[in-house]
């Protein structure tokens, strides 16, 4: 059935590749999926954290027995503020945002599961929730923003599934990882203050780039000397910038921004603490202050072993055990973790790399998916929801 759908799921997904929408304006992807979701036969409801979707496809194949039983799969639909070069002839036609990190492919990678599943809801021994979600990429996440709105407020489902494109995995891979998984995630923002004036005369003023440069170098000890070898941790500071500063001006402020992420929840709030009290005194002990202010972002991403053991049998039943990974950390962040707060869920990898081609990792400018990936992604879904409905893992 996937294969009969392979170049409408193409088709749908060029679509958007042409019309990529930034965190919180996707209007006109909602629209689309709505659509499309309207096409086979569901009810969508849209607008639920603004922007997103849900529809559910109520399973034919079971008596009534008290309590439902639902699954949910998700697809996230944002895209990034990337101008693209790829020279695809579908590339965008919206300046300067691009599909990088693979959502158009998630999404119709879903619906193609989903036109699927509604042609076979004779046989569903059970429910099913579809979720695509907008706003993954921006804080405070489409996940939260959703759940906020009243996404599980008539249904909450008892098992969770979604996946995301990996470009360093070959097409026709995939790969998961029981337990900890992916990092949580929180944003940094500094303004380091000191006293402006002439740059020849240095005595006079207070330097905040300086300070700042010692303040960088000063919380590299966060990781190195204060976290525990095996608590993988990552602090990165992206950007600096002075206001109002040049060649022959010392500047008032200075302003920087990083991320810090980790796995562990106690050291994740003992990092904020650190970072505060190091950035405050290293300013101080060099005459300026220091203001910091920590975004709480995504928490970890923490698969249920049991729904992961079940997409890895699914994996290998559909494309054979040499085709299926186990993945190691990574500190990257994702959303789909307040889904797993409330519910039990498994956060799949499925390759789009054509092998022999350059490799283009997420969120740059020449990101290239293998299509044959959407075909894999939709049949591989489909099939794990129609298991995990009958198999109940979690009733």
């Given amino acids: 059935m996937a294969h009969a759908q392979r170049e409408e799921v193409i088709a749908w997904r060029r679509w958007m590749h042409r019309h990529p929408e930034l965190s919180q304006e996707e209007y006109g992807t909602m629209a689309f999926v709505a659509e499309r979701l309207r096409e086979m036969g569901l009810e969508p409801k849209t607008g639920i954290g603004r922007t997103g979707v849900m529809a559910m496809l109520k399973g034919e194949g079971m008596q009534e027995r008290g309590e439902r039983y639902c699954v949910a799969l998700r697809a996230d639909y944002d895209a990034l503020p990337i101008t693209e070069c790829t020279g695809l002839d579908f590339a965008s036609e919206n300046p300067g945002v691009m599909h990088a990190c693979g959502h158009d492919m998630h999404t119709c990678s879903l619906l193609g599961a989903v036109k699927i599943l509604t042609q076979m809801k004779g046989q569903l021994e059970g429910d ?3 979720i695509f979600e907008p706003s993954e990429e921006k804080y405070p996440g489409g996940a939260r923003m959703m759940m906020n709105d009243g996404l599980f407020d008539e249904v909450t489902p008892n098992e969770i ?3 995301h494109c990996l470009p360093e995995m070959d097409f026709g891979k995939v790969g998961m990882r029981k337990g900890k998984y992916m990092a949580s995630t929180d944003e940094l923002y500094w303004t380091v203050k000191g006293k402006g004036g002439h ?3 240095p005595h006079l003023n207070v330097d905040p780039i300086l300070i700042a440069s010692h303040i960088v170098i000063a919380l590299q000890q966060v990781v190195s000397r204060n976290a525990a070898p095996m608590s993988p941790t990552v602090l990165t500071i992206g950007k600096i910038e002075d206001v109002g500063g040049r060649t022959n ?3 008032d402020t200075v302003k920087m921004e990083g991320i810090i992420r980790s796995f562990d929840p106690e050291w994740r709030l003992r990092t904020h603490e650190l970072i505060r009290k190091i950035s405050s005194g290293v300013a101080e002990a060099m005459g300026g202050e220091c203001d910091l202010f920590v975004d709480e972002g995504y928490p970890p991403v923490i698969n249920d072993d049991a729904c992961t053991q079940q997409v890895h049998d699914n994996a290998c039943a559909f494309l054979g ?12 962040a994702e959303d789909f973790a307040f889904y797993q707060q409330r519910i039990p869920g498994c956060y799949f990898r499925i390759g789009i790399h054509e092998p022999g081609t350059p490799f283009s990792n997420l969120h740059r400018p020449n990101l290239i998916v293998d299509e044959r990936s959407l075909e894999l992604a939709n049949g591989l879904v489909a099939y794990n929801a129609i298991t995990a409905l009958r198999n109940k893992i979690k009733q």
Wanted: aromatic share 16%; charged share 20%.
């Fill in 128 to 130: 099913l929730m579809f």
């Fill in 161 to 163: 599934y979604s996946f």
């Fill in 199 to 201: 740059g020849a005369t």
């Fill in 249 to 251: 001006i010392t500047p």
């Fill in 321 to 332: 055990e040499e085709n299926v990974e186990w993945l190691d950390l990574r500190m990257t």
